[in-house]
Structures are given as structure tokens and as C-alpha cells.
Nanobody, 115 residues
Framework: QVQLVESGGGLVQAGGSLRLSCAAS????????MGWYRQAPGKQRDLAATITSGGSTNYADSVKGRFTISRDNAKNTVYLQMNSLKPEDTAVYYC?????????WGQGTQVTVSS
């Protein structure tokens, strides 16, 4: 099992910044990638950004140039730095960790961007 604990969400004005953190614990030895997904009210959960164990990153087009994903392997933590936030970035943000045949999810953290 992998446990994921997110933090850093909150309310921010448009144009502001937030940094989300996701700390992983448990059976983390075979995690191949971690990422952030988001789900707005009434919409499906979509990819925001991912990072592999080798450091390769992938971003949704809607966040490219504004969001940066990074990881601290010593702390087993993944970060999502979000700049130039827009009201359409409002969503619950979920951390995910991929192991062979299974994806683990955190409990989610709310990000609200006011206009």
C-alpha cells in the first residue's frame, strides 16, 4: 500500500500562486511516476502534471508555462508550483502514485481561485 497526504490548497486571487505538496509513505519502492490530477465540480478528473522516477515531466496544455511539478526523492514528496492562477483552475487537486497494475490516490485538496 501507498499512502499519500496532500497539503497546500486554499483560496487565492486570480494571478496569485500556490504550492501543493504530496508526501508518500508505505510501499513506495516501486513507484514509477507521481502526478497531480484535478476535478472541477461536475467534471471528470483530468491530468494536470506528472513526473516519472527519472524526472521526466508531462503537463496538460492548460497549465503549461504556469505550473511546475517537481519531486524530492529524499523526502518522498512531490510538489506542484502553480503560478498565474486563473478562476478555471478551481478544482479539487488529487495526488497520484503509480505502481505496476495500480494507481494510488490522495484524499484531495481544494484550490479556489477568485476573480
Amino acid at each position: 500500500q501507498v499512502q499519500l497526504v496532500e497539503s497546500g490548497g486554499g483560496l487565492v486571487q486570480a494571478g496569485g500562486s500556490l504550492r501543493l505538496s504530496c508526501a508518500a509513505s508505505g510501499s513506495i519502492f516501486s513507484i514509477s511516476a507521481m502526478g497531480w490530477y484535478r476535478q472541477a465540480p461536475g467534471k471528470q478528473r483530468d491530468l494536470a502534471a506528472t513526473i516519472t522516477s527519472g524526472g521526466s515531466t508531462n503537463y496538460a496544455d492548460s497549465v503549461k508555462g504556469r505550473f511546475t511539478i517537481s519531486r524530492d526523492n529524499a523526502k518522498n514528496t512531490v510538489y506542484l508550483q502553480m503560478n498565474s492562477l486563473k478562476p478555471e483552475d478551481t478544482a479539487v487537486y488529487y495526488c497520484a502514485a503509480d505502481r505496476p497494475l495500480r494507481r494510488f490516490w490522495g484524499q484531495g485538496t481544494q484550490v479556489t481561485v477568485s476573480s
